[in-house]
């Protein structure tokens, strides 16, 4: 068995990550985001964030989350968006180690 994540989970701590063994590149955590039309108001974007980040503080959802193997996280937008960014190059390098071609 193989944890796909960047770090152990808390529910299965016994059970190596690719990273560790020896795909530091390979991990599959999942991550949630919202977005909306750039033409979407601005008072209506920093509304919805606003409210976002006042649901994922909230400590029952976080406990949920945990229970699930979840780590909630509020980046922001300007982080969320690195991420996003971050991501893509690294899928792409890891399809290209790993000979993945899209036909």
């Not at 960047?6 to 977005?35: C, I, K």
């Not at 996280?73 to 300007?78: C, E, F, H, P, Y």
């Amino acid at each position: 068995m193989t944890w796909l994540g960047a770090t152990r989970s808390s529910l299965l701590p016994d059970v190596a990550t690719l990273s560790e063994q020896g795909w530091p590149e390979a991990t599959f955590d999942a991550w949630y985001g919202f977005a909306v039309p750039v033409q979407v108001p601005l008072p209506i974007q920093q509304r919805l964030i606003s409210d976002i980040q006042a649901v994922v503080a909230d400590p029952a959802l976080q406990a949920q989350l945990r229970a699930q193997g979840m780590e909630p996280a509020n980046l922001g937008q300007k982080a969320f968006a690195g991420l996003m960014e971050t991501e893509i190059v690294r899928y792409r390098n890891l399809a290209q180690r790993a000979r993945i071609v899209a036909e």
